[in-house]
């Protein structure tokens, strides 16, 4: 596997680390577990990282040493990829390796021509997708301007693109992928980690935002939502470490916007939360929240609903496909505080529909998105791209 920026070792919740780290991480363990030998390949991003860790689940992971070793935000990395596919190149050569798998279209933009030097089939996760953010984010997207065309390359280039939701098919689609040329392979939950808790204690109704503090996830609009809802509390986890909250400027944005709407007695940061703490306090809360602008798959619901607990989210990609409404939680539209503010008065007056999503909820994360049988789904486009892979006369697809 190539994850140029989300090393499945480091800790979730920075701006750039979130659920591509924690999916390349659970898929390379569960494809050990299913007798696979597991590479992942990383950026170097800190000076005294090792050339190469084995993970406590089995997994290797390599850090490339491309550009500075250093932490540089993931739009900036384009630069670094031909060492990044130089360095593959020749590791690939030394050891022979029978799938690439790349995650993000960076990745794919390094592993293809390294592949090529071997003749070894590359598949594609984007995880998402340059034409989305551009359509959502407008001006306001940092990504290099060449990333919608170069990923309308990789459609062409790769030997076939796993996507992780139904809503995303539409767009490769646009970008020229022939439909034989991709599967839909969702992400996963650990469903040994994440499990029901014991309702939440007598006190005044909670709910639970988790995730990377940008902009597009929509916190700020939970926040305005909370304004219509008298009484009712709101965690916030994610960002930098507890003790760093006070010097980030996302967290100012939206403290400012709580003091603005009046809710900021009603508001907690609890900054970045470690995965083992994660399922204590999805545990802790009466309704997890996830309204992203947008969003590629979204690990955050699943977890959710692992634990027993009601979802509400925006009606946007993974979650069109996680979130059934009326039976695990609601949907909304994005960037409507008013009408996510509706759901969620009318969710919390019935504690009995609660309890009645989160069973719900449980029941489908657990039988259809546990990583055991998301690897086995994964292991089956593996085995298809290399039986087409030793028929084709060149050796490749591509």
């Known amino acids: 596997m190539v994850s140029e920026h989300a090393n499945p070792l480091a ?23 299913r007798g696979h030998e597991v590479t992942v390949f990383s950026r170097r991003d800190h000076p005294s990282a090792p050339g190469v860790v084995m993970s406590a689940d089995g997994y290797a992971v390599e850090h490339v040493p491309a550009g500075p070793p250093t932490e540089v935000p993931k739009d900036e990395l384009l630069q670094y990829m031909p060492a990044f596919a130089d360095h593959l190149a020749e590791r690939w050569a030394a050891q022979r390796y029978d799938l690439v798998h790349a995650h993000f279209w960076m990745s ?60 995303e098919v539409r767009e490769l689609r646009a970008l020229g992928l022939d439909s034989a040329r991709v599967s839909v392979v969702p992400c996963g939950v650990d469903v040994h980690a994440f499990v029901p808790g014991p309702p939440p204690a007598n006190r005044r109704p909670r709910l639970l935002v988790l995730g990377r503090l940008v902009e597009r996830k929509g916190v700020g609009n939970v926040i305005e939502a909370l304004a219509w809802l008298p009484g009712v509390e709101l965690v916030i986890a994610g960002g930098p470490v507890a003790e760093a909250l006070a010097a980030d400027p996302e967290v100012d944005r939206l403290r400012a916007l709580a003091e603005r709407h009046e809710v900021a007695d009603r508001v907690c940061f609890v900054g970045r939360a470690a995965r083992s703490d994660v399922p204590r306090l999805m545990q ?33 990609g993974g979650l069109l496909d996680t979130v059934v409404p009326g039976v695990t939680g609601e949907l909304v539209p994005p960037r409507r505080p008013d009408l996510l503010a509706a759901a969620l008065r009318e969710l919390l007056a019935h504690p009995e529909r609660q309890a009645a999503y989160g069973k719900a909820g449980f029941t489908r994360a657990t039988r259809s998105y546990r990583w055991e049988r998301v690897a086995a789904k994964t ?13 084709s006369p060149v050796g490749s697809l591509r």
Request: charged share 15%; hydrophobic share 45%; proline share 5%.
């Open 11 to 33: 800790s979730v919740g920075g701006v750039d680390s979130g659920g591509q780290n924690v999916h390349v991480a659970a898929l390379a363990a569960s494809l050990v577990k």
């Open 108 to 167: 794919g933009v390094a592993s293809v021509p390294a592949a090529a030097t071997t003749g070894v089939p590359v598949v594609q996760t984007f995880h998402a997708l340059g034409t989305v953010k551009r359509r959502q984010q407008g001006a306001r997207d940092t990504s290099p301007r060449s990333r919608v065309r170069r990923e309308a390359q990789l459609c062409a280039a790769v030997d076939h693109v796993i996507a992780t939701c139904s809503d």
């Open 284 to 316: 802790s809360a009466d309704v997890v929240v996830a309204v992203p602008w947008y969003e590629p798959f979204g690990i955050v619901p699943l977890e959710a609903m692992a634990c027993g607990r009601p979802v509400v989210g925006s009606a946007v």
């Open 379 to 391: 292991e089956d486009v593996y085995a298809a791209v290399l039986s087409r892979h030793a028929q």
